[in-house]
């Protein structure tokens, strides 16, 4: 019997090869596009699922506040954070700390030189807690004494060319470490990456002004390892009773806690130790994929019960011939169950021949080989299940349940069976679509608003090269970097050098931050607010095309070592009525000789983080110290330039690596994700449109075929051809329309939630949601145009000879 309904199934698809193709090509690439998306989710989600403690891990951050005023959250604390909390709260089994090397920091191995990032200092606790395994090494004496160093095993290979490399020694910032133990390289689902630790206990050696039993200097991140089931909220409590009792030890800063898997798609405070994802961006693609799949689905359903009245004479022969209500819905669901079978093969060949291209696209390292994803294939094998019953049940019970009586003798080819929800179906399709197309167009504008909205400096045709990183001499330093500046100067392509301890648009690990700075005189007026602090030379403000609000700039000497330039929000900050009055005043950030410095100039704001955020305080102070070099060109041929710097470079600085890169290739990274998902959702919305459309060519097919009588009898009686195409195409754009209608609000509200994340954004215009209703009508009514068209077109004769 189930082999006589397969066979059936197969038949009736050959017999109506253009629904057949339509329903298993909308069906395959619906399939494939939710396949893309829940890939790209689960990976999201799966962050720290390959570490067994991270269920019960916590990280410890700090709220800091102004007397009572909330500022900012911070990701780092202080280094004593975690023994104390071990020591206060019995449902800490253990802690560890890891202190982050910044930037890019110089590795020579013998005579090779390399550049690495992702170094931090760790206690020995991370190996358990962040379930580390060993290669080469043993747990128990890796990272116990100070200038050890665990590396990974891609790290090994890459600087000894093996493996088996306990006890080599290499050089990191002029100091050397030995290899205590190689660690297999981490995945790319955890928030912290890393390819060396260095032990702990070298900061005291490295760093005079480190102290472990000190609550200042909030650098490093905390973790904690919980006892099973400790909950977030009551440990919460906790540590603001803890907060207020250490007051005289942290002000009114507040310690946190938040759960280690949910860092990535939650935490988005200051000091992250990289760009985390969004929950928001998440479930928005999560409802696009779940929009796709529905509307392939509504497809399948509405071309099978648009057949319905092609169907019914063989649904009535079969009831007369003694067939069961139960045998024909069976019959149906098989041939639903073939048509997802064929959809979902075709889909599964989609996706992995897409899949590496759609990794590059999304910018994610997504796993590629799924052949033991057992997950994937539970996935895999429900969607085909619920595809078949989703999709197939309703039109084998809307086939099955015909009037043989009434179907034999022709009464059901004037009926609407089945007709309100087939137009409920569209609405919904169309529906989400617009919804889809107008958060493509926001999207887009919001981003093309933030790469061209003022950023309060000009960061275009700017080299940037990495400083030097040695140890000399003040003097031989000062006298390097003045003959670097000079002789790059007197290249023809450099039109201005400066040096800088940071730069707009790097990381803010990049940066110091200090809550210490006040007015003098005004010490006793609650807290203070976060500041972030680089050095610049007198050359840097000009080179970036910066402005000074007020005051002026450094001098090319030393005599402003006491002295420092603030930004307007700084000024804002510390209380001052407008920029003038800063002048001349001091501060209580200490200078070089000891005591509060002096206001000389106050910088118009710029963006230092992208305008997705709000401008922060900063101060600057004078220095002859560059961690990068600035150089503003003059030419539109930057390789030869490139060239040329770096002579000049290896002529002043022979032994370190030169390193260079372009200002508003870096700044404009931060706008990496959101394009990305921009990318994405402007894909899969012009997806949806496609099957959409399929869906609509079909439905419009088979109307047509229908109504060809009436079409030919129009035509008789004298209708043009444009007569008939609007006649036939009213009644698609009222349901578009009425779709559009339903999904403008939704659209609205979820784009003006989503822009509620930035500091700088668009106004949503009328036009915005308009432009997508009108793409869909046109698409649409092109779709069915096309087919009306060519019936328009036909002998009206062939249609009036047919009974």
């Not at 017999?15 to 057949?20: C, D, Q, W």
């Not at 000894?160 to 390289?185: H, N, T």
């Not at 079909?698 to 609007?726: H, M, N, Y």
């Amino acid at each position: 019997m189930i082999r006589n309904y397969f066979r059936t199934a197969y038949r009736s698809l050959l017999k109506n090869r253009a629904f057949s193709f339509i329903n298993i090509f909308g069906l395959s690439i619906g399939l494939a596009a939710f396949l893309f998306i829940i890939h790209y989710v689960r990976f999201e989600r799966s962050y720290e699922s390959y570490n067994k403690n991270a269920p019960n891990m916590f990280r410890i951050t700090l709220d800091l506040y102004n007397g009572s005023e909330y500022v900012v959250t911070d990701c780092e604390t202080y280094a004593i954070t975690g023994p104390a909390l071990k020591e206060k709260m019995p449902e800490v089994l253990d802690y560890v700390r890891m202190f982050h090397n910044d930037g890019l920091q110089d590795v020579a191995v013998g005579d090779q030189k390399f550049l690495e990032e992702d170094i931090y200092f760790a206690d020995p606790s991370a190996i358990p807690l962040f379930a580390i395994e060993l290669v080469k090494g043993e747990p128990a004496k890796a990272l116990s004494v100070p200038f050890q160093a665990m590396i990974s095993r891609s790290i090994a290979k890459k600087y000894f060319g093996r493996e088996d490399v306990v006890g080599e020694e290499f050089v990191l910032d002029r100091q050397k470490y030995y290899v205590s133990a190689v660690m297999k390289d981490l995945p790319a689902n955890t928030h912290i990456k890393f390819g060396i630790l260095l032990s702990h206990a070298t900061l005291p050696k490295k760093y005079g002004w480190y102290k472990e039993d000190a609550w200042g200097n909030n650098n490093e991140y905390t973790y904690l390892l919980m006892k099973p089931g400790t909950d977030v909220a009551a440990f919460n409590k906790k540590l603001a009773d803890f907060s207020v009792v250490m007051k005289d030890k942290i002000s009114n800063d507040r310690l946190a806690a938040e759960s280690m898997p949910d860092i990535h798609l939650y935490s988005h405070k200051t000091f992250e130790p990289e760009q985390n994802g969004s929950a928001r961006t998440v479930s928005f693609l999560l409802l696009i994929a779940v929009f796709i799949l529905v509307i392939a689905w509504v497809n399948y359903i509405n071309l099978s019960t648009t057949r319905a009245v092609e169907r019914a004479r063989e649904v009535g022969i079969r009831k007369v011939m003694g067939s069961l209500k139960s045998q024909l819905v069976f019959q149906f669901l098989s041939e639903s169950l073939l048509v997802n079978g064929l959809a979902a093969v075709l889909a599964y060949a989609l996706f992995m021949t897409a899949l590496p291209l759609f990794r590059e696209f999304t910018g994610q390292p997504l796993p590629i080989e799924l052949t033991n994803d057992i997950t994937f294939w539970y996935l895999f094998s429900a969607l085909w299940i619920a595809g078949t019953f989703l999709s197939g049940l309703y039109p084998a019970f809307v086939l099955s349940s015909f009037n043989p009586s009434a179907v034999l003798k022709g009464k059901f080819r004037s009926s609407s069976h089945g007709q309100r929800l087939r137009q409920g179906l569209v609405v919904f399709q169309f529906g989400a679509t617009v919804v889809l197309l107008a958060g493509m167009c926001t999207i887009y504008l919001q981003i093309t608003h933030l790469r061209n909205v003022d950023l309060g400096m000009n960061i275009d045709q700017t080299l940037i090269i990495r400083g030097a990183h040695i140890d000399m001499p003040d003097s031989l330093y000062k006298a390097a970097y003045q003959t670097l500046k000079t002789e790059l100067l007197r290249r023809p392509s450099v039109q201005q050098v400066a040096g800088a301890g940071s730069l707009p648009g790097l990381s803010l690990h990049e940066l110091s931050t200090t809550n210490n700075v006040k007015r003098v005189g005004h010490e006793n007026e609650g807290g203070s607010y976060n500041y972030y602090q680089f050095n610049i030379d007198a050359d840097f403000i000009a080179a970036m095309g910066m402005k000074l609000a007020a005051g002026r700039n450094f001098t090319v000497d030393d005599s402003d070592a006491d002295k420092v330039i603030i930004n307007e929000e700084a000024v804002r900050r510390l209380g001052f009525a407008n920029a003038e009055e800063a002048l001349g005043s001091r501060i209580t950030y200490y200078s070089q000789r000891g005591k509060p410095s002096e206001v000389i100039g106050v910088l118009k704001n710029y963006y230092q983080r992208s305008p997705k955020e709000e401008h922060i305080p900063m101060v600057f102070t004078y220095g002859n110290y560059a961690a990068y070099f600035a150089l503003r060109l003059k030419t539109n041929q930057p390789s030869q330039t490139i060239a040329e710097v770096k002579q000049v470079w290896e002529k002043v600085y022979p032994d370190n690596i030169f390193h260079y890169f372009f200002l508003d290739d870096q700044y404009n990274q931060q706008y990496r994700a959101d394009a990305q998902f921009g990318a994405v959702i402007g894909t899969f919305s012009a997806l949806a449109v496609f099957i959409a459309c399929l869906g609509l060519f079909g439905l419009s097919s088979f109307t047509i075929v229908q109504r060809a009588k009436e079409i030919g009898i129009r035509k008789v009686l004298g209708a043009s051809v444009t007569q008939i195409v609007t006649l036939l195409s009213q009644d698609f754009a009222k349901v578009i329309l009425i779709a559009s209608l339903l999904a403008l609000p939704v659209a609205y509200f979820a784009m003006d939630a989503w822009l509620s994340n930035y500091a700088v954004r668009i106004d949503l215009n009328a036009w915005i949601f308009v432009l997508p209703v009108a793409m869909i009508l046109l698409f649409a009514l092109g779709t069915v145009s096309f087919q009306t068209i060519r019936s328009a077109l036909s002998n009206p004769s062939q249609a009036l000879k047919q009974e």
